[in-house]
C-alpha cells in the first residue's frame, strides 16, 4: 500500500484549530521527499494521483516516527471527502515538502489540510476530511484517547 521512499520529518510552523470551543495552538508536521520515475509519467510530470499519495504517506509518517501505525486498536479513518488543487506540475527529482495541519476537531471525524511545497512555493494542496470507522466499516465517534492521540501528533 505505501511506496518506498526517502524523507525526513520536521516540525516546521505553528497553527492553531478550534477544539470543543477551544483555541488549540498546534504545529504543522513537515515531510520531505523527492520525486522518483515511478511517480511520473514518460514525460516526467508527477501524475496527478500521486499527490493524494505523498500526501498519505505525510499522515502514515506522523503514526510511524512514533513507532505506531495508522490502525487503530479500536478502528481506523478514512477519507470521507477531499479537494484538491493542483496548481503546478512537480517534475522528475524535484523535491517536494508536504505540509500537513490539523484544522478541526469533529465528534466522529477530523480535517487536515496538506500543502506540497517545491522549494518555497506551493504547488498542491489538499483539504481532507477523515472519518473514523470501526473495522467492520461503520461510523463511530472518536473516543477521548484517540482524540488526545491525534492532537499529539501535532504537538
Request: charged share 25%; glycine share 4%.
Amino acid at each position: 500500500m505505501f511506496l518506498v521512499c526517502l524523507f525526513f520529518i520536521n516540525i516546521l510552523l505553528v497553527t492553531y484549530i478550534l477544539y470543543d470551543d477551544v483555541i488549540v495552538l498546534r504545529e504543522i508536521i513537515s515531510m520531505k521527499l523527492k520525486v522518483y520515475y515511478e511517480d511520473t509519467d514518460t514525460g516526467g510530470v508527477v501524475y496527478h494521483s500521486n499527490y493524494l499519495n505523498f500526501c498519505e504517506r505525510a499522515r502514515s509518517e506522523a503514526f510511524f516516527k512514533r513507532g505506531m501505525t495508522p490502525v487503530l486498536s479500536g478502528g481506523h479513518f478514512v477519507a470521507r471527502r477531499l479537494e484538491a488543487d493542483y496548481i503546478q506540475s512537480a517534475k522528475l527529482g524535484d523535491e517536494l515538502e508536504v505540509r500537513t495541519e490539523l484544522v478541526k476537531m469533529k465528534a466522529a471525524s477530523f480535517e487536515l489540510s496538506q500543502n506540497v511545497y517545491r522549494e518555497s512555493k506551493k504547488i498542491f494542496t489538499l483539504s481532507i476530511t477523515l472519518a473514523y470507522i470501526t473495522f467492520e466499516g461503520k461510523p463511530q465517534k472518536i473516543d477521548a484517547d484517540t482524540k488526545k492521540l491525534i492532537l499529539s501528533l501535532f504537538e
